[in-house]
């Protein structure tokens, strides 16, 4: 995960009202009764003293700019909601999470932790709600990434099948229940896909970013070369993927398989190769698929 700072958007923990109790200093309470009533102005009344027109500034401001930066992070999740409820999730969002960072660009994955954790599930709530909120913020997390790849130990020139493939450490293999990167305001899926889908997004040289949806032998494949612990070469890979689906004719199996490397390799989500082998053993278990 990202850790880059942009600005301070936080605000103090939250606390119960209990917790403002006579044991902490006054500019101390004063920040605690403030910060509630920003979260949630309906429920808790303008702290003492302070005008409730200068207290409308701070909560629009607050309020205005984590609808802003939500809103923009999650856009397609934003235009399936009409403005009602989308401000309604904003503010249940300031409401029951507390932040673990102060830092801006951290903030749609608080969204996101508040969605898994601690949103109160409505019956109009789209089923892949969740979903479609870590694809979006998967988006954002990899465009402001500090993560690259080590191109002293990289071969970007390498025999494919004669080294070890390596994964682009700013490519994410996704896996998700519905197709989440064709869902808008047309297309509205009611139930998962008969298969999960794939998608492989990664950060270009250019900094754009690239989206592949991968068919489930691709995915395997690639979570292989992510997950390959006894560096297994591009050949040993494939030939006991081969045995792991079955193919009647590892030979063919292996020419289709070299030219997939291929497709992902120029794509940029193979960055190349490395030479070192831990074993050559072959072949062993092949481990379990993994994703992002």
């Known amino acids: 995960m990202p850790h880059v700072a942009e600005s301070d958007s936080s605000l103090p923990k939250q606390q119960s009202a209990g917790t403002a109790t006579a044991d902490r200093l006054p500019f101390q309470q ?23 027109r200068r207290m409308a500034i701070y909560r629009e ?8 930066l939500i809103s923009n992070t999650f856009p397609v999740l934003r235009k399936l909601h009409n403005a009602e409820d989308w401000r309604g999730l ?28 601690e949103h109160v599930a409505r019956e ?11 694809y979006e913020w998967a988006e954002l997390a990899l465009s402001v990434s500090p993560e690259q790849d080590d191109m002293s ?9 004669a080294g ?10 996704l896996q998700y229940r519905y197709p989440v990167h064709r869902i ?24 754009e970013l690239g989206f592949m949806e991968l068919n489930p032998l691709s995915a395997r494949l690639l979570a292989l070369v992510e997950s390959n612990p006894k560096s297994r070469n591009g050949r040993e890979l494939l030939l006991g993927l081969a045995v792991e689906m079955r193919h009647a004719d590892p030979d063919v199996f292996l020419i289709h398989g070299a030219g997939a490397l291929q497709e992902l390799y120029r794509a940029g989500i193979i960055a ?16 379990e698929a993994t994703t992002q």
Request: include cysteine; hydrophobic fraction near 40%; charge should be negative.
């Open 153 to 161: 130990v990289i071969d970007a020139d390498g025999d494919l099948l």
């Open 30 to 52: 004063k920040q605690i009764a403030f910060a509630a009533h920003i979260r949630d102005p309906q429920s808790v009344p303008v702290p003492p003293g302070i005008e409730d």
């Open 184 to 207: 808008s305001p047309t297309y509205i899926p009611e139930v998962p896909g008969e298969q999960p889908t794939f998608l492989a997004i990664w950060r270009k040289p250019d900094d």
């Open 90 to 117: 904003v503010r249940e969002f300031m409401i029951r999470h507390e932040a673990q960072t102060p830092y801006f660009l951290e903030i749609p994955r608080e969204f996101l932790a508040f969605l898994e954790h």
């Open 164 to 173: 070890v493939p390596v994964k682009s450490v700013l490519a994410w293999l």
């Open 61 to 68: 401001l607050f309020f205005n700019n984590l609808h802003k």
């Open 272 to 287: 190349g190769t490395r030479p070192d082998r831990c074993s050559p053993d072959f072949p062993d278990p092949i481990p």
């Open 124 to 134: 109009k709530d789209y089923p892949f709600l969740l979903e479609l909120a870590h």
